[in-house]
């Protein structure tokens, strides 16, 4: 079976204080999009959606003109959920194919995080998610009062987030029909009853969210050169 993929760039990125959304913001003259489409190709992925904002189909076809392999895009929707569930249906691939949905904002992640995400879902997993430790003491806002959350037991997740296209279809039109508020995909399928397996993700797929995480992304390119 092949595998395909959704690249979410529906949002307008306004944290990172540029005029356009931020999956058109460059780094080293290279948008965020286009770096999140080529990462994923670079990695075998077969074909690609990209979900975009209303209004710039013209901007977007210009970031990924030339782009290898088939990357078609389609207007997102209001939430991410939304726009996976409109990505997911454009895609052309057959239902047994895996589907990875990716945040164009995590635009430098490695091949080995792409492959490894779906060398598990062939492997026969139901949802897989890349996750890394968390470096940070985590303290829970309770009403008033706070406590500590022991900092071993969690994992940040990131993306691309992968299971079979059929299953994460029916498990998004679930969560669309029940009205769930979701933030990632692997909750999708949870709500769905399916298991999620997790995969080491990597720094690198840092979501690019604030101007500071521009600095380290193009640090990351510079240490890439060398
Ligand atoms: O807002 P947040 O950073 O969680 O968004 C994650 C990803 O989802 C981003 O890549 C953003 O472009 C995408 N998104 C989308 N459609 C929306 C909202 C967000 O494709 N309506």
């Given at each position: 079976?092949p595998?395909?993929?959704?690249?979410?760039?529906?949002g307008?990125?306004?944290?990172?204080?540029a005029?356009?959304?931020k999956?058109?913001v460059e780094?080293?003259g290279?948008?965020?999009?286009?770096?999140?489409?080529?990462?994923?190709?670079d990695?075998?992925?077969?074909?690609i959606?990209v979900t975009?904002?209303?209004?710039?189909?013209g901007e977007f076809?210009?970031?990924?003109?030339g782009a290898?392999?088939?990357v078609?895009?389609v207007?997102g929707g209001?939430?991410?959920?939304d726009s996976?569930?409109?990505g997911?249906?454009?895609?052309t691939?057959p239902a047994?194919a895996?589907v990875?949905?990716?945040?164009?904002?995590?635009?430098?992640v490695?091949?080995?995080?792409?492959?490894?995400v779906?060398?598990?879902v062939?492997?026969?997993?139901d949802c897989?998610?890349?996750?890394?430790?968390?470096?940070?003491s985590?303290r829970?806002?309770?009403?008033?009062?706070n406590e500590?959350?022991?900092?071993?037991?969690?994992?940040?997740?990131q993306?691309p987030?992968?299971a079979r296209?059929?299953?994460?279809?029916?498990?998004h039109?679930l969560?669309?029909?029940?009205g769930v508020d979701?933030t990632d995909?692997?909750?999708v399928c949870?709500?769905?009853?399916?298991?999620?397996t997790l995969v080491p993700?990597h720094?690198?797929?840092?979501k690019i969210t604030?101007?500071i995480?521009l600095?380290l992304?193009?640090?990351?390119?510079?240490q890439?050169r060398?």
């Amino acid at each position: 079976a092949p595998a395909v993929a959704v690249v979410v760039a529906a949002g307008s990125g306004s944290r990172l204080g540029a005029a356009v959304p931020k999956a058109l913001v460059e780094l080293d003259g290279v948008t965020l999009v286009r770096r999140a489409v080529d990462a994923l190709t670079d990695a075998g992925i077969d074909e690609i959606v990209v979900t975009i904002p209303e209004g710039l189909a013209g901007e977007f076809a210009v970031a990924l003109a030339g782009a290898d392999g088939r990357v078609a895009s389609v207007v997102g929707g209001a939430t991410r959920q939304d726009s996976v569930r409109l990505g997911l249906a454009a895609l052309t691939a057959p239902a047994d194919a895996i589907v990875l949905v990716h945040d164009a904002a995590r635009s430098l992640v490695p091949a080995d995080t792409v492959r490894g995400v779906v060398a598990a879902v062939r492997d026969g997993a139901d949802c897989v998610i890349p996750v890394i430790p968390v470096v940070d003491s985590v303290r829970r806002v309770t009403g008033p009062g706070n406590e500590v959350v022991d900092r071993a037991d969690l994992r940040a997740v990131q993306t691309p987030q992968a299971a079979r296209l059929r299953v994460l279809r029916d498990a998004h039109d679930l969560v669309a029909r029940d009205g769930v508020d979701v933030t990632d995909d692997a909750t999708v399928c949870e709500y769905a009853g399916l298991s999620v397996t997790l995969v080491p993700g990597h720094r690198d797929a840092l979501k690019i969210t604030e101007p500071i995480d521009l600095v380290l992304a193009r640090a990351i390119l510079e240490q890439r050169r060398q």
